[in-house]
């Protein structure tokens, strides 16, 4: 991964502190000095279900559902769920990501990692990293057990949001790749994670040192 990180501009060395430089040494800068993110009020899509879509209103057309951070429900996507000030989740990582293609065989019975991030305390590579976990529910075939392309916009007969025909726009996004479909599909569950490297704190907000070394800390796990 060719991930911008402090360091891409920063010393590696930034502290004046030999102790907060060590920690350098095993810590993301952006573990410490972004302790939150989607702050001041703004909020982070965190959840998307793809199976809920196609709801109408009481005269059949389609709607969304506003809440307080954005839209809750909309008749083309489905349910979303939105998070303000979240703690990352922290992970060893060194750089390497995997990712799960269209072509992977799924366990529909277990959350599909949609990419996983490699990294450990004892590889000398890694370093504890922030990350944000997406969670969300989208159709797979299952009868090849793989994830689906599907067809969403467009006037066509085959587009999702004009007929909020699942069948068809599946049918339609895998001819259009040339990949197999069995014709059934249901949903599976799914996770994606993204570093965070966004909303850099003041100095002031940064990490202290008992946030994560004491019991029930932050990496308590």
Request: hydrophobic share 30%; with cysteine; charged share 30%.
């Amino acid at each position: 991964v060719n991930l911008t990180a402090c360091e891409s501009c920063h010393s590696p060395k930034p502290h004046k502190n030999d102790r907060l430089n060590s920690h350098a040494r095993k810590i993301a800068c952006e573990t410490c000095h972004i302790p939150e993110f989607a702050r001041g009020g703004k909020g982070t899509k965190t959840h998307w279900d793809w199976s809920t879509m196609g709801k109408m209103d009481k005269d059949g057309k389609p709607f969304k559902r506003k809440g307080p951070l954005g839209d809750e429900y909309d008749s083309k996507k489905g349910d979303f769920k939105y998070e303000t000030n979240v703690i990352p989740t922290y992970i060893w990582f060194n750089g390497t990501v995997n990712y799960t293609l269209r072509e992977t065989k799924l366990d529909p019975s277990k959350v599909v990692k949609i990419n996983s991030f490699e990294g450990s305390a004892t590889d000398g590579k890694s370093r504890i990293w922030p990350i944000k976990r997406f969670t969300g529910r989208q159709p797979y075939d299952t009868g090849n057990n793989q994830l689906v392309v599907f067809h969403t916009a467009g006037k066509d007969d085959s587009a999702l949001w004009e007929n909020f025909n699942w069948d068809k726009a599946i049918e339609f996004g895998m001819k259009e790749i040339g990949a197999e479909f069995s014709g059934k599909f249901a949903f599976v569950d799914t996770e994606m994670s993204w570093p965070i490297t966004h909303m850099v704190a003041p100095k002031a907000d940064a990490l202290a040192c008992q946030q994560c070394h004491v019991k029930g800390g932050r990496l308590d796990e």
